[in-house]
């Protein structure tokens, strides 16, 4: 009897122990968001609108042959070549999510009026929404990502105006709304209908970096220095509970070794049992559970040990804001 008892009373620790695991390992699954800007040079020739449709299709491949998702941001410059017809396809694909952006890759929104940034961004959504198949799938543009992170308070008021429900020109710690310094998830903009989604960043060697690919391949940092923090940066949510965002380009993640960094970070990611989403569904995840916990992200100079504050930055960057010849008409099936 006592030894009926005995084991009944290990079982059930047993059991307790079990579904205190898995509960805990549940908790520790990391959320990856990747955001892919299909970029193109500006005034783009009809070689480089392939070159570019080529470099989205290799990324896309990795993606899609693991059966993930990922949210694909385009300017009209870049629907206005082949790649649109790419774009189209995988907007009809419900594990994927169509973005908006302005008018071209070297656009800087911040030096435009409030009327001219609504042209360029109406257009934008009309353009986007327009990439799909008629009597098949409809396109709704909720979210935006300004080139190069430079908005303004008239880009916020355009986005209100259109409907947008998410801004994805943030930077964990470098760039954010006010208040919302060490937020790590997406969250609400005061005074604004849209939440605030900010791109990961890394510390790196005591400077807090965007997990962005273009910055690493501009800082002529490597894509085996990109590796390394994709990677590390994993491992840091994985402990801390929070989300990876990611930033990425066609230019720069769409071939060599950078694309080789993408798959191999996909593999990593994978068999730690990451959970890939669109940036919308991780607005979603915010709504649905409130608040997330904000993570420590003032960074320690590795010599002094003395803390340095961050600041907000902008990007300013030299371009033009003409309009790009487009139909947005959709494509027919």
């Given amino acids: ?38 970029d193109v040079p500006p005034s783009p020739s009809e070689e480089q609108g392939y070159q570019t449709e080529a470099m989205l299709n290799a990324m896309l491949t990795e993606i899609e042959g693991n059966t993930l998702g ?25 594990k994927f999510e169509l973005a908006m952006s302005g008018n071209n890759s070297n656009e800087k ?31 709704t543009v909720s979210g935006f990502m300004p080139q190069s992170f430079d908005q303004n308070a008239d880009t916020y008021k355009v986005l209100d105006d259109l409907g947008i429900q998410y801004d994805a020109g943030y930077q964990a710690g470098i760039i954010y709304a006010p208040g919302h310094e060490l937020d790590v998830w997406p969250y609400k ?13 890394y510390n790196l060697s005591g400077k807090l970096v965007p997990l962005q690919d273009k910055y690493f391949n501009g800082s002529d940092l490597g894509s085996n220095a990109w590796y ?22 066609t230019s720069v993640s769409g071939s060599g070794n950078y694309l080789d960094a993408l798959k191999r970070f996909l593999n990593f990611a994978l068999t730690n049992k990451a959970s890939f989403v669109t940036t919308m569904d991780l607005v979603n995840m915010t709504r ?25 930055i902008t990007v300013s960057q ?10 947005a008409a959709a494509i027919s099936k």
């Avoid at 390394?228 to 380009?249: M, R, S, Y």
């Avoid at 320690?300 to 961050?310: A, R, S």
């Avoid at 030299?318 to 139909?327: G, H, L, Q, R, Y």
């Fill in 288 to 312: 649905i559970d409130g608040d997330h916990p904000v993570a420590s992200l003032t960074k320690e100079c590795p010599t002094c040990g003395k803390k340095d504050n961050n600041i907000v």
């Fill in 109 to 139: 929104l911040s030096t435009e009026s409030y009327a001219k940034q609504k042209d360029v961004l109406e257009r934008s959504k009309k353009y986007t929404e327009g990439c799909k198949y008629c009597g098949i799938n409809e396109i």
């Fill in 70 to 94: 990922a949210t694909i941001i385009s300017t009209q410059d870049v629907l206005a070549t082949y790649t649109r017809m790419r774009i189209t396809r995988i907007g009809a694909n419900p």
């Fill in 228 to 249: 390394d923090a994709l990677t590390g940066k994993f491992d840091e949510a994985q402990k801390n509970g929070q989300p990876v965002v990611i930033a990425l380009t």
């Fill in 189 to 201: 903009v005061e005074g604004h209908q849209f939440y605030a989604v900010p791109v990961s960043t």
């Fill in 1 to 38: 009897m006592k030894a009926l008892k005995f084991a009944s009373i290990f079982a059930c620790c047993f059991l307790f122990l079990f579904l205190i695991g898995s509960a805990q390992s549940a908790e520790k699954q990391v959320v990856v968001n990747l955001m892919i800007d299909a």
């Fill in 318 to 327: 030299n371009n033009t804001t003409e309009p790009a010849s487009i139909e």
